[in-house]
């Protein structure tokens, strides 16, 4: 999970188990500290311990390791923007298989009420390739279920209809269930390992395709939702085998966003820049743009 404090406000960042949280933080913390991008690192950042295994991996141009599923580490990235606007970023990292628990248990564990309802805004990282888009108890008709055999009692559900089930579990911890479109969270969706897509469409067009009730469900609920792509590395790499070319030119200079409108940035930043943007137009009183 990660929060951006803005006046004691934050940005929650979500993703389960394999989505690329481990490589995104590590490669961001390398944006922010270069200052190549929309936000740079505005002081000491603390406790980067949960981080440097995966910098000193990608710097031998290998792929980080898994992330515990226990893991709760605290590490605060002072940050700032080119208008001086200022904001804490803190990255308790975790292991994405809570988020699963979270969505088979339909408990939220005390240690992310808190998080949940601070957060003026959501991140939610999404691995398409790795979404299961079989029909289920949402999308086979009733008459199916009459002709089912008696063995086959257990139906599951899609992963876009457990991805809409965290959502309104979030939303309802939020509380802010009772209202529509929603201002408040803003929300931020981030179609990781885009390279292995090989996908020459809008973000959004590429979600609307594969995951189409969710995304209508996003449509639906909130107030210009945006979607954006990410390649935190830019190529698959190995855990065991290095590529020589990462160790050439530095991690840094590997990895893109593809933007809303379809075009590429290697500003690893971008997401999250544009949703302090949008809470500080909405701040001011002013229209986000669509």
Known sequence: MIRVSLSGDSILLLGESGVGKTHYGAQLLRRLTNGDGALRMDGHATNLDPFEAALASLDEGMAAGHTATTTYVDSLWPVRDAAGRRADLVWPDYGGEQIRTMISSRRVQNAWLAR????????????????????????????????ASAENREIPISDQARLIELLQMLIYVAGAGGRRPLDRPRLGMLLTCWDELGLDLAPTVALEARLPMLWEFLRSTWHTPFVMGLSALGRSLSPERQDDEYVARGAEHFGYVVQPDGNRSTDLTLPIHLLLDSLGQRQSGQRAPE
């Open 116 to 147: 949940v309802r601070n957060a003026r805004a959501w991140l939610l990282l999404i691995r398409l390739q790795q979404t299961r888009t079989d029909d289920d108890i949402f999308s086979r008709p009733l008459v199916c279920l009459r002709d």
